[in-house]
């Protein structure tokens, strides 16, 4: 094997080498090949409980499970990779893809019955005259589609999952003339005193019109730039924005409001944020507690000791730091208990369904959820209010602050201004 075509730890192909002769076999050998992207699931825990060495040992333990089962039949075209972390890949025939992901698992599970250990499956069937990356992709988007589904362990690629995949390379190779050309925007939502009613802050949150596409959702263009490690840059390119606003409207000695600004906990790792915030700030002139710092949790970075820390240095230096969508997604009472907060935003979706008259079990809900942030020192901020019942039971019960559609749209910052 040639210098760098093996994975040091499993022996297995590397990236590259696989690459190499995936591509190779699929323009000899077009037909009937399959393939299979293996991911494990809760390895992350795996290795928290267990170590790094065992962690290391679980992986070379599911390499040898893997070759075993697929190279048994000793067929050249049948290569193993693994392509990164706990992701491995196989070039097989198709027509051994079933019974042989199926043996893997029984074998998972029986050596390891005692753990929550998954490994999904996603399977692709490739063409002769195709890229082997874009097979490798679209091998991986079947796997990932059933990330949350815990009831199947395999998935086919279908169709339908090319628009997400074509969107996503869109949005990678657009991306950095969207935010030269000015396509990328800030807008502002604004925050009210739940007890006046007025505006007392605003958060920022950027939007993507794209000339071929039209608007790109936040929700498809955030998670994708997470996903492959490039959402620092627009967090700094919004953060730029915001400041640039800011000092625009106050040199004209205009009426300005705190601002929160979102960081994913991936732009803890990729950058020096703290840095990037300090350089803007102090190129803008804006007082630091004009800057709330607001962490969202989608992107789940790997080092939970590196957001500690981050946290705890824009505290020290005189930022508010807030948690995000509080009850969705991956926030949940851990997140309060390892973090230092000055404010928790409440995500009111979790409340869609319930009638706030009528429903005790929302009514416990939230208040309490309000005396939890109480006793924490925290000040609490309702997000996604849509309608005047739901604002007049969040005062009723003593909510600090507000924000949703009921209050304003996302909008350009002079027009939070304007009265409603």
């Given at each position: 094997?040639?210098?760098?075509?093996?994975?040091?730890?499993?022996?297995?192909l590397?990236?590259?080498?696989?690459?190499?002769?995936?591509?190779?076999?699929?323009?000899?050998?077009?037909?009937?090949?399959?393939?299979?992207?293996?991911?494990?699931?809760?390895?992350?825990?795996?290795?928290?409980?267990?170590?790094?060495?065992r962690?290391?040992?679980l992986?070379?333990?599911?390499?040898?499970?893997?070759?075993?089962?697929?190279?048994?039949?000793?067929?050249?075209?049948?290569l193993v990779?693994?392509?990164?972390?706990?992701s491995?890949?196989?070039?097989?025939?198709?027509?051994?893809?079933?019974?042989?992901?199926?043996?893997?698992?029984?074998?998972?599970?029986?050596?390891?019955?005692?753990?929550?250990?998954?490994?999904?499956?996603?399977?692709?069937?490739?063409?002769?005259?195709?890229?082997?990356r874009?097979c490798?992709?679209?091998?991986?988007?079947?796997?990932?589609?059933?990330?949350?589904?815990?009831?199947?362990?395999?998935?086919?690629?279908?169709?339908?999952?090319?628009?997400?995949?074509?969107?996503?390379?869109?949005?990678?190779?657009?991306?950095?003339g969207?935010?030269?050309?000015?396509?990328?925007?800030?807008?502002?939502?604004?925050?009210?005193?739940?007890?006046?009613?007025?505006?007392?802050?605003?958060?920022?949150?950027?939007?993507?019109?794209?000339?071929?596409?039209?608007?790109?959702?936040?929700a498809?263009?955030?998670?994708?730039?997470?996903?492959?490690?490039?959402?620092?840059?627009?967090?700094?390119?919004?953060?730029?924005?915001v400041?640039?606003?800011?000092?625009?409207?106050?040199?004209?000695?205009?009426?300005?409001?705190p601002?929160?600004?979102?960081?994913?906990?991936?732009?803890?790792?990729?950058?020096?944020?703290?840095?990037?915030?300090?350089?803007?700030?102090?190129?803008?002139?804006?007082?630091?507690?004009?800057?709330?710092?607001?962490?969202?949790?989608?992107?789940?970075?790997?080092?939970?000791?590196?957001?500690?820390?981050?946290?705890?240095?824009f505290?020290?230096?005189?930022?508010?730091v807030?948690?995000?969508?509080?009850?969705?997604?991956?926030?949940?009472?851990?997140?309060?208990?390892?973090?230092?907060?000055?404010?928790?935003?409440?995500?009111?979706?979790?409340?869609?369904?319930?009638?706030?008259?009528?429903?005790?079990?929302a009514?416990?809900?939230?208040?309490?959820?309000?005396?939890?942030?109480?006793?924490?020192?925290?000040?609490?901020?309702?997000?996604?209010?849509?309608?005047?019942?739901?604002?007049?039971?969040?005062?009723?019960?003593?909510?600090?602050?507000?924000?949703?559609?009921?209050?304003?749209?996302?909008m350009?910052?002079?027009?939070?201004?304007?009265?409603?």
């Amino acid at each position: 094997m040639a210098p760098n075509s093996a994975d040091t730890l499993t022996g297995l192909l590397s990236r590259t080498a696989f690459h190499e002769q995936a591509g190779k076999i699929m323009q000899t050998h077009p037909d009937g090949l399959a393939l299979i992207w293996f991911n494990l699931d809760n390895f992350k825990m795996y290795n928290k409980r267990f170590g790094f060495a065992r962690g290391d040992e679980l992986l070379q333990e599911i390499a040898r499970i893997i070759v075993i089962i697929f190279q048994q039949n000793g067929e050249q075209k049948n290569l193993v990779s693994r392509f990164c972390d706990d992701s491995f890949i196989v070039l097989t025939d198709w027509s051994s893809v079933e019974i042989n992901t199926d043996m893997i698992q029984e074998y998972l599970y029986a050596l390891h019955n005692d753990i929550t250990l998954r490994l999904r499956a996603g399977i692709y069937f490739p063409s002769g005259d195709e890229d082997i990356r874009l097979c490798c992709d679209r091998a991986k988007m079947a796997c990932d589609s059933i990330r949350k589904n815990h009831s199947v362990s395999s998935c086919m690629f279908h169709n339908g999952m090319s628009r997400k995949l074509e969107l996503q390379q869109h949005i990678l190779d657009t991306f950095e003339g969207a935010v030269m050309n000015g396509c990328i925007r800030v807008l502002y939502q604004p925050i009210v005193n739940v007890k006046t009613g007025e505006l007392c802050e605003a958060e920022a949150l950027t939007r993507w019109s794209d000339a071929e596409l039209g608007n790109i959702s936040p929700a498809e263009f955030i998670p994708t730039l997470e996903e492959y490690r490039e959402i620092h840059k627009l967090d700094i390119h919004a953060l730029k924005q915001v400041c640039r606003d800011y000092r625009a409207r106050a040199r004209k000695g205009l009426p300005v409001v705190p601002v929160s600004v979102n960081l994913s906990r991936l732009d803890f790792e990729l950058c020096d944020i703290l840095q990037e915030v300090e350089l803007a700030v102090t190129l803008n002139d804006i007082p630091r507690d004009m800057l709330h710092i607001e962490i969202t949790e989608s992107g789940n970075g790997e080092d939970s000791t590196v957001l500690n820390l981050g946290i705890e240095r824009f505290r020290a230096m005189g930022y508010e730091v807030w948690m995000d969508d509080f009850g969705s997604g991956y926030s949940s009472l851990n997140v309060l208990k390892d973090y230092n907060f000055d404010t928790i935003k409440f995500d009111m979706k979790f409340l869609h369904g319930f009638d706030i008259k009528r429903s005790e079990k929302a009514k416990y809900i939230i208040s309490s959820n309000l005396e939890m942030a109480r006793l924490m020192g925290m000040q609490a901020l309702a997000e996604g209010v849509e309608t005047a019942e739901q604002y007049e039971y969040l005062r009723s019960i003593g909510f600090d602050k507000a924000q949703g559609y009921y209050f304003g749209k996302p909008m350009n910052l002079d027009e939070i201004f304007s009265p409603r």
